[in-house]
C-alpha cells in the first residue's frame, strides 16, 4: 500500500465518522454496539485519533484495533466512560502520584496527566502488545518522563501467571486475563509477571493518591495484595467490578473505611451501593469516610 492511499482510507473514515456523530441520538454516545463495529469495520481508520476528556486534550494511536481510542473517533469527546472519566479526571487534578492498573492503552493515565501537569503516573499493563501500545501514546504525548510503564500483572504476591487472550488478533487486548470467563479464550496465551501493588508501591517509593484498577475479575487479588495501600486510607480508587466480585469488593472496602458508589454511566451519577449488588461489568467509586 501506499501512503497516498492510507492517506485515502483515513479521509473516508473521517468523513464517515462525522456523518455518525449527527446520526447518533444522545443516550447511544459511546456505546459499544454492532453499529460501531459495522461503521468501524466499514470505514478503518490507521492513525492518531483526538482526545477530549473534559476540555483535557491528547492523542491516541489506533491501527482500527484500538476499542477505546475508536470510540473517540466515531463518537467525539467525552464519549468513553463518560461519567467515571469525569470524575477520575476532577480528583486526577490534586493528585500526585496515581496509579493505573490494567492502564490498556492508557486512556486513564493519559487524562490524569493532561489533568495536572505536576503528577507521575504508574501505569500497570500485563500484556505485552498492548503494552507496546500504552508505551507509543506515552510517547506521542511526550510523557515518558511523567508517565511511568510497568509490564506486569497484579496479584496477591509476586509470581507468574498464564495470561489469555479472549479476543482475536484484530483487536487490542481488551479482556485479556488469567481469570476465567464465561466464553472460550483464543488459542494464544503468554506468561507474565505479576506483583502486588503493596511491593510495587515499596519498590518505588510510592505513596498513591488516587488508584484506577480494572483487571478483568481478578480485582480480589488485587485487593489482597494491596493492605498496606488501603490501611492507610489515603487513595481514592475508581475499581471495575462483575456482579460476581462486586459484593466481596464492596465488603472489604467499607471494612478498610471506604464508602463506595457505582458510576452510572448513562445517568451521569453515583448511586449507593452499600448491598453489592451491581447491574453488571460497571465501575465503583472508593474514597475514604472522611473524604468522601
Known amino acids: 500500500m501506499h501512503l497516498n492511499e492510507l492517506t485515502a482510507i483515513n479521509g473516508k473514515a473521517c468523513t464517515e465518522a462525522k456523518i ?6 444522545p443516550e447511544n454516545v459511546g456505546v459499544i454496539d454492532q453499529g460501531f463495529h459495522r461503521a468501524k469495520n466499514s470505514y478503518p481508520y490507521f492513525g492518531f485519533v483526538e482526545v477530549s476528556i473534559g476540555g483535557s ?3 491516541m494511536f489506533s491501527a482500527n484495533d484500538d476499542l477505546v481510542a475508536m470510540t473517540f473517533f466515531w463518537y467525539g469527546p467525552d464519549s468513553y466512560e463518560p461519567m467515571s472519566m469525569q470524575l477520575w479526571r476532577e480528583r486526577a487534578m490534586t493528585a500526585r502520584t496515581v496509579l493505573d492498573v490494567g492502564s490498556f492503552s492508557g486512556v486513564y493515565s493519559l487524562s490524569a496527566a493532561a489533568a495536572n501537569p505536576d503528577s507521575h503516573i504508574y501505569a500497570v499493563e500485563a500484556a505485552r502488545r498492548t503494552y507496546g501500545r500504552l508505551l507509543v501514546n506515552s510517547q506521542i504525548n511526550q510523557l515518558s518522563n511523567r508517565l511511568h510503564c510497568i509490564n506486569k500483572a497484579v496479584a496477591k ?12 488478533e ?8 488469567f481469570m ?3 466464553i472460550e479464550p483464543q488459542a494464544s496465551e503468554e506468561r507474565v509477571e505479576t506483583i502486588a501493588l503493596d511491593e510495587l508501591c515499596a519498590e518505588h517509593n510510592l505513596e498513591p493518591d488516587l488508584i484506577k484498577i480494572d483487571v478483568e475479575g481478578a480485582e480480589l487479588l488485587a485487593l489482597d495484595g494491596m493492605t498496606n495501600i488501603l490501611g492507610a486510607r489515603r487513595a481514592k480508587i475508581l475499581i471495575e467490578v462483575t456482579p460476581k466480585t462486586a459484593p466481596e469488593v464492596v465488603s472489604r472496602l467499607k471494612s478498610a473505611g471506604y464508602e463506595l458508589r457505582r458510576v452510572d454511566e448513562r445517568g451521569r451519577s453515583l448511586v449507593s451501593c452499600d448491598d453489592g449488588k451491581v447491574p453488571g461489568v460497571v465501575n465503583l467509586l472508593a474514597e475514604p469516610m472522611e473524604q468522601a
Open 57 to 59: 486534550e491528547f492523542v
Open 170 to 177: 484484530n483487536i487490542l487486548g481488551i479482556g485479556d486475563s
Open 157 to 168: 504476591e509476586r509470581g507468574f501467571e498464564t495470561f489469555m487472550r479472549f479476543r482475536g
Open 180 to 182: 476465567p470467563k464465561d
Open 20 to 25: 455518525f456523530m449527527r446520526s447518533i441520538a
